[in-house]
């Protein structure tokens, strides 16, 4: 699969600059992966200096989209790539971006276990940031394998999963209501819990968004927005 | 202004292509300006038949984004644009990108207001939403006119407003959350206002980026994530 992307290159060194902007992009994955994971145990523990630790990092995130983004301009200007080579440096763009605003979701998860925290905890468990932040961590694993290594097979899985973390993200809530009505004076903590929870769903619709670029990558076809059924007839057919 | 950033074209053709994505992307951006205030109507009278339609209307602002995009594409492919030109194909992907998302938040309003209909609304009333909604709406329309007109002045002031919005946001949802604790009854009908502030303030977000693209654009400087006082120097240097 990765030769065949890689048949169209005009040079070693395009292809050289190409692998570096693919790499980085990787390593910025790698840099979100790390503040999603920190964020979940921030709240998990109400460890605030992991939080503010988490919170302040956000400032690397920013600036590595940026400076990958403007190689990725760099090489259209330059190389003015065409085919799959163009696909890739659009795919490495778009990714940036999904994985910049993970990045602001990771904060925000830590900010409100500083607020959780201050606010001296709540005497219910939260067992669902645990439970959906590791899905969600996983997926955010697998979309960035998936790009890695040009795998549509594993994106339509991440894919597949975002329902699932959909799913998961409906009953928590409604069982945090239902805790709200019953303890009213918890509802400043819970909401911490909420919001977080929140946060925990976009950094995964984040991770499908991906998914999706690969599949774009790999199949030459924008499966945004198409029903799962159709990304699947894609990726097989 | 606008001279100045038209001035590397290389055919007419061209010029045409660019143009029609341009001209395109923003008819888009007045499909979504208008699904904004839509989501808002329906929610301030919670009328459910206008927020079906609001989120029914959702399909085609994710269509015209892929379709657009692909035109971005092709001109990327086939015309390699360098560049201002260049700058304006990223910034016009890009902004699609934004205005998808402006859309799916206001169709979570529509959604929620349904919610709230269905629960007979709240004794409260819903000033918050109509306050920071025409705030809103404002800044998504000064941001499209921004990059109709290549208007940089304009695109700082949008992200000016962005940090107001911000406060009154915060100033909100702190009035709700002692409303909750006073009335728990409540609880679920004052969440569906959250959320759907929460939408709003993250579409005065996405306005704020389309501004910072017309100034990418316009002043050949990535101001992402940049503090406004550094935005106002790029602006006005």
Request: charged residues 30%; contains cysteine.
């Amino acid at each position: 699969m990765e030769k065949d992307i890689h048949s169209h290159h005009i040079s070693q060194q395009f292809n050289a600059e190409l692998d570096d902007a693919k790499t980085r992009m990787l390593e910025m994955g790698g840099l979100v992966e790390k503040q999603v994971r920190d964020a979940i145990s921030a709240f998990m523990n109400l460890d605030s200096g992991l939080a503010e630790e988490v919170a302040r990092r956000d400032n690397k995130v920013n600036n590595l989209e940026v400076e990958i983004d403007e190689e990725c301009t760099l090489i259209l200007a330059r190389r003015q790539p065409a085919a799959s080579d163009l696909r890739l440096v659009l795919a490495i763009s778009k990714t940036l971006n999904d994985l910049e605003r993970m990045g602001d979701e990771a904060s925000k998860i830590a900010k409100h276990s500083i607020a959780l925290a201050n606010e001296g905890g709540v005497s219910r468990s939260y067992l669902e940031i645990r439970h959906i932040g590791d899905h969600v961590g996983s997926m955010v694993r697998d979309a960035l394998d998936a790009f890695a290594r040009f795998d549509s097979p594993l994106a339509l899985r991440v894919a597949q999963e975002d329902k699932a973390v959909d799913t998961e993200y409906g009953t928590a809530m409604r069982s945090l209501v239902t805790y709200m009505i019953e303890d009213p004076r918890s509802i400043g903590s819970i909401l911490n819990i909420m919001w977080s929870l929140r946060s925990l769903e976009r950094i995964g619709d984040h991770a499908r968004n991906i998914a999706e670029h690969v599949i774009y990558l790999v199949e030459g076809k924008d499966v945004r927005h198409a029903a799962l059924e159709e990304m699947e007839a894609e990726v097989k057919g």
